[in-house]
């Protein structure tokens, strides 16, 4: 299945460290390779590259490796195709447009047979999964709430929705539209929270370590959230199977 990177943070950080790991899997570490794609939130707008070159290989990834793009949002996937083709239109994050914002979704899993109706606004450019469910989220949201309600009504309806989904498969997801952060896991996610006082850290897919006590300042702090650990020297949080968690400011909220 595909694999899944996200960042939220208080303050505007670059995710090269990450991504550098992370994108090693689309081919070196792991067989992703089916095409990827990052998302930086900046403001209301929104910095997008999709490629359907593995990332190992593909000369844009090797930019958002090397260009510090700061950012308190970030989404990333790279693919291996369980649905669709390997075409553009099926690279994940997709992203459309909620209340006068955008909205950025990634999918790891599989939902077979997965076809909702119904849909009036949102229609799936490609055809994978992924893209049907996050029209299916927004479609639900739209349809239940005509401008941006509150976070408090707000989540129990992504809640509602995602329940519903992941009874069709397997639906790890990560969703953002550059304030509110959601995560769900289905199977396999996980986090780490980095703040004062830093440490170094040394990736499991590259021989490579960042002290972060060096590139940050005391207030500063980090959620980096993946389908499974990024280093191999600290302690990443499991999230429970069917957990839904709303990242804010580099923390998990505590939501019912």
Same mark, same amino acid.
């Given at each position: =299945?595909?694999?899944?990177?996200? =960042?939220?943070?208080? /303050?505007?950080?670059?995710?090269? !460290?990450?991504?550098? +790991?992370?994108?090693?899997?689309?081919?070196?570490? #792991?067989?992703?390779?089916?095409?990827?794609?990052i998302a930086f939130? &900046?403001?209301?707008?929104?910095?997008?590259?999709?490629?359907?070159?593995?990332?190992?290989?593909?000369?844009?990834? #090797? /930019?958002?490796?090397?260009?510090?793009?700061?950012?308190?949002? /970030?989404?990333?996937?790279?693919?291996?195709?369980?649905?669709?083709?390997?075409?553009?239109?099926?690279?994940?994050? !997709?992203?459309?447009? =909620?209340?006068?914002?955008?909205?950025?979704?990634?999918?790891? +899993?599989?939902?077979?047979?997965?076809?909702?109706?119904?849909?009036?606004?949102?229609?799936? /450019? +490609?055809?994978?999964?992924?893209?049907?469910?996050?029209?299916?989220?927004?479609?639900?949201?739209?349809?239940?709430?005509?401008?941006?309600?509150?976070?408090? &009504?707000?989540?129990?309806?992504?809640?509602?929705?995602?329940?519903?989904?992941?009874?069709?498969?397997?639906?790890?997801?990560? =969703?953002?539209?550059?304030?509110? !952060?959601?995560?769900?896991?289905?199977?396999?996610?996980?986090?780490?929270?980095?703040?004062?006082?830093?440490?170094?850290?040394?990736?499991?897919?590259?021989?490579?370590?960042?002290?972060?006590n060096e590139l940050?300042?005391?207030? #500063?702090?980090?959620?980096?959230?993946?389908?499974?650990?990024?280093?191999?020297?600290?302690?990443?949080?499991?999230?429970? &199977?069917?957990?839904?968690?709303?990242?804010?400011?580099?923390?998990?909220?505590?939501?019912?």
């Amino acid at each position: =299945m595909c694999q899944l990177l996200g =960042m939220n943070c208080n /303050v505007p950080t670059d995710i090269c !460290f990450s991504f550098e +790991g992370f994108s090693a899997r689309g081919g070196i570490t #792991d067989d992703h390779k089916d095409g990827w794609g990052i998302a930086f939130f &900046e403001g209301k707008g929104c910095r997008i590259f999709v490629d359907v070159n593995p990332s190992v290989s593909c000369p844009i990834a #090797d /930019v958002v490796r090397r260009y510090p793009i700061h950012s308190t949002h /970030v989404i990333a996937h790279i693919r291996k195709a369980t649905q669709g083709e390997i075409i553009l239109e099926n690279c994940h994050p !997709f992203r459309r447009e =909620m209340w006068g914002r955008y909205w950025v979704f990634a999918h790891n +899993g599989d939902l077979p047979d997965f076809n909702p109706t119904g849909m009036e606004f949102y229609q799936p /450019v +490609g055809n994978t999964d992924s893209e049907k469910a996050f029209c299916l989220i927004l479609e639900t949201l739209r349809q239940r709430f005509p401008k941006q309600p509150p976070l408090a &009504e707000l989540y129990p309806v992504v809640r509602e929705i995602t329940d519903k989904i992941s009874e069709k498969g397997t639906f790890n997801y990560l =969703m953002s539209d550059g304030e509110l !952060f959601f995560a769900h896991c289905s199977t396999k996610l996980c986090y780490i929270i980095r703040q004062a006082p830093f440490a170094a850290a040394h990736l499991i897919d590259q021989d490579v370590t960042v002290d972060f006590n060096e590139l940050t300042t005391p207030s #500063d702090r980090v959620a980096v959230i993946a389908t499974t650990p990024l280093t191999d020297n600290e302690e990443w949080t499991i999230i429970p &199977e069917g957990k839904l968690l709303v990242f804010e400011d580099g923390l998990p909220l505590d939501l019912v």
